[in-house]
C-alpha cells in the first residue's frame, strides 16, 4: 500500500498580514504573527469552489494517467459545493472518472485527510481494489471577515488530491482517531446577523486545550499501536494549525525540530489539505525518500483527531 | 508552586507588570488578557506544571486568577 503521488491547489488571491493590518488599523499584528506565525494566506475568488479548486488538483495529479483504473475517489470537505447530490459525484463526472468508481463526501475538517486515507485503504484493502483518490478541498474563507481577529489571519483556501494504490512498496497505518463531541461549539459555523454566508467561530483556547491534551496522548498509543519508538519516527506531519500550536507540540512530545515539519507559514492552514500538501512539499525538499517512517497527525474541528504512520 | 507564582506567571505570559496582576485580576481588569493572551497563559502553566494543566476541565474559561488558582488548587498542582 502506497501513496503513490500528489498534487495541490492553491486559491488564486493572496492575503497577506500586511494587508490584514490596513484593513484593521487597531490589531497588533505583531502579537498575533509571534503566536500565529503565518505571514500569508491564500483566499479563493467569489468563482473559486472547494470543488474546482479539487479539479484542478487533481488534474495536476492525473495528467497522463490511465483514469479508467481508477476505483474511487473519497472527496472531504465541510463546505461541499453540492449537498444533494454529494459533491464527488460531480468530482467523478469532472474527472471522467469509469462508471465501476465508487464516490462519496466525507464531512471531516483538519482530521479529514487521514480519515480519507483510512477509508481508501480499507476500500483497496477489504474490496480488493487497485487505487483510488482522495481529494481534500476547503474554502473557509468565504465563511470568516476580514475583520475576524481569530480566524481570518490562520484559514487558508486550497486543495490536495492523492492516489493511494494498493500494490507497491510501503506500508499506510495502523491509524488511532480521537473524538471530542462535547467540543463541538468550539469550532462551528454560525447563522450570519445579516442573512449573508454563515460565519465561523472559533474559541481557540478550547481548541488549544483539545490539541494540548489530546494530540500527545494520540501519538504515544499510535506509537505502541505500531510497536514503533518516537525516535524511528523520520518526519512529523502534524496539523498546520500555527506556530504556537506546533511549538507546544513539539515541546511536549519532545520532537527533534529537524523532524518537524512546518509549512503554515506561506501557506496557513488549509484545513483537511494541510497535510497533503505539506506531504508534497516535504517530497519536494527531499525530506520523504524510500524507507522513511511519516507520522501525519490532523486536529481540530469536531473536535476530532485522526493519526497514522506512513511507511515509504 | 503557591498562588503568587501563578500570578507571576501569567504576568510573564501576558507581558504585563507583576502588580497589575493582582488576585482580582481577570479578563475584565486586564487589557492583554484576551482570548490570544489566555493561549499564552495555558501554554505557560501547562509548560510549567508537567503538562497537566490542559487536561483539567473548565481551564478553557477560567478566566481569572481566582478562577484559575482555584482549578489548579483542586487538582493538587498549587499550595
Not at chain 1, 504515544?220 to 514503533?228: I, P, Q, S
Given at each position: 500500500m502506497r501513496i503513490a503521488g500528489i498534487a495541490y491547489q492553491l486559491a488564486s488571491k493572496v492575503e497577506s498580514l500586511a494587508e490584514l493590518q490596513t484593513l484593521n488599523p487597531d490589531w497588533r499584528v505583531d502579537q498575533l504573527y509571534e503566536k500565529v506565525g503565518i505571514d500569508k494566506r491564500y483566499v479563493s475568488t467569489p468563482e473559486e469552489t472547494p470543488l474546482s479548486l479539487g479539479v484542478q488538483a487533481a488534474e495536476k495529479l492525473l495528467e497522463g494517467a490511465d483514469r479508467s483504473t481508477i476505483d474511487g475517489v473519497v472527496y472531504v470537505t465541510q463546505t461541499p459545493d453540492s449537498l444533494i447530490p454529494t459533491t464527488a459525484c460531480l468530482l467523478h463526472a469532472r474527472l471522467g472518472l469509469p462508471g465501476h468508481a465508487f464516490a462519496f463526501d466525507v464531512n471531516q475538517g483538519c482530521s479529514g485527510f487521514v480519515y480519507g486515507l483510512s477509508l481508501a485503504t480499507s476500500l483497496l484493502t477489504g474490496q480488493g481494489l487497485t487505487r483510488c483518490l482522495v481529494v481534500c478541498a476547503e474554502t473557509y474563507s468565504k465563511h470568516i471577515a476580514v475583520t475576524d481577529r481569530t480566524c481570518r489571519p490562520i484559514f487558508s483556501d486550497g486543495a490536495a488530491a492523492v492516489l493511494v494504490e494498493r500494490e507497491g512498496p510501503g506500508r499506510i497505518g495502523p491509524f488511532v482517531f480521537v473524538t471530542d463531541g462535547t467540543g463541538a461549539s468550539s469550532l462551528t459555523l454560525r447563522p450570519a446577523e445579516a442573512g449573508g454566508a454563515p460565519q465561523l467561530y472559533m474559541d481557540g483556547p478550547g481548541v488549544l486545550l483539545f490539541t494540548m491534551s489530546r494530540v500527545p496522548r494520540?501519538?504515544?498509543?499510535?506509537?505502541?499501536?505500531?510497536?514503533?519508538?518516537?525516535?524511528?519516527?523520520?518526519?512529523?506531519?502534524?496539523?498546520?494549525?500555527?506556530?504556537?500550536v506546533l511549538d507546544n507540540i513539539k515541546r511536549t512530545l519532545k520532537v527533534d525540530e529537524a523532524k518537524l515539519f512546518r509549512n503554515y507559514q506561506e501557506m496557513g492552514n488549509t484545513v483537511s489539505a494541510t497535510i497533503p500538501i505539506a506531504l508534497r512539499q516535504a517530497e519536494e525538499a527531499g525530506r520523504l525518500g524510500p524507507g522513511r517512517t511519516v507520522m501525519l497527525v490532523g486536529f481540530g474541528v469536531g473536535l476530532s483527531l485522526a493519526a497514522c504512520l506512513v511507511r515509504t | 508552586m503557591n498562588a503568587d507564582d501563578v500570578k507571576k506567571m501569567i504576568a510573564e505570559a501576558l507581558e504585563v507588570d507583576a502588580f497589575e496582576v493582582d488576585d482580582d485580576a481577570s479578563t475584565e481588569t486586564l487589557e492583554a488578557w484576551d482570548s490570544l493572551g489566555h493561549i499564552n497563559v495555558l501554554i505557560a502553566l501547562d509548560g510549567a506544571l508537567d503538562g497537566k494543566v490542559a487536561g483539567i476541565e473548565g481551564m478553557k474559561k477560567a478566566y481569572s486568577v481566582a478562577t484559575l488558582v482555584g482549578l489548579l488548587r483542586e487538582h493538587g498542582l498549587v499550595d
Open positions: 494520540a501519538v504515544k498509543d499510535l506509537l505502541e499501536k505500531a510497536g514503533v519508538a518516537l525516535d524511528d519516527v523520520d518526519l512529523f506531519v502534524f496539523h498546520q494549525a500555527s506556530r504556537v | -
